[in-house]
């Protein structure tokens, strides 16, 4: 199977199975509820699958739970940052407990960020992110 196949299969299936905090920040994210920012949730960007997107802002928001702790995640989190820091996207990351305990101060840090002026994102490698037409 092609990697875009299987990166979208597996955001299919991260959203059928998706966490408690991402259930509660995508109610507050969709239907550009959020400074009226539009938010996609769990889209494949090379080959990771990021939690929530805004494409407009180039802002990816990525949920993390506690083992996100652990120093392998940490690596693969560092390497997913930079990868899409490189394509000119800004990473939030927020842990479960600020999004179930507070959700009015994370909509409060992504509505100052959408209050910056974004830049354009650098072009994602042949193959990789929006469809082109054949």
Request: proline fraction near 6%.
């Amino acid at each position: 199977m092609k990697t875009r196949n299987r990166m979208t299969e597996i955001a299919r299936d991260l959203r059928r199975r998706q966490t408690p905090a991402e259930i509660a920040l995508w109610g507050l994210l969709r239907n550009r509820q959020c400074h009226g920012l539009k938010f996609r949730r769990q889209v494949a960007v090379g080959t990771f699958v990021i939690d929530f997107l805004c494409s407009d802002s180039h802002l990816a928001i990525e949920v993390d739970g506690g083992i996100h702790q652990e120093p392998k995640q940490v690596a693969s989190d560092s390497n997913r940052d930079a990868y899409l820091r490189e394509h000119g996207y800004t990473v939030i990351r927020f842990a479960n407990e600020e999004i179930l305990g507070n959700p009015a101060g994370v909509i409060a840090v992504l509505e100052r960020r959408a209050r910056r002026q974004p830049s354009p994102p650098a072009p994602l490698p042949k193959g990789e992110g929006r469809k082109t037409k054949r």
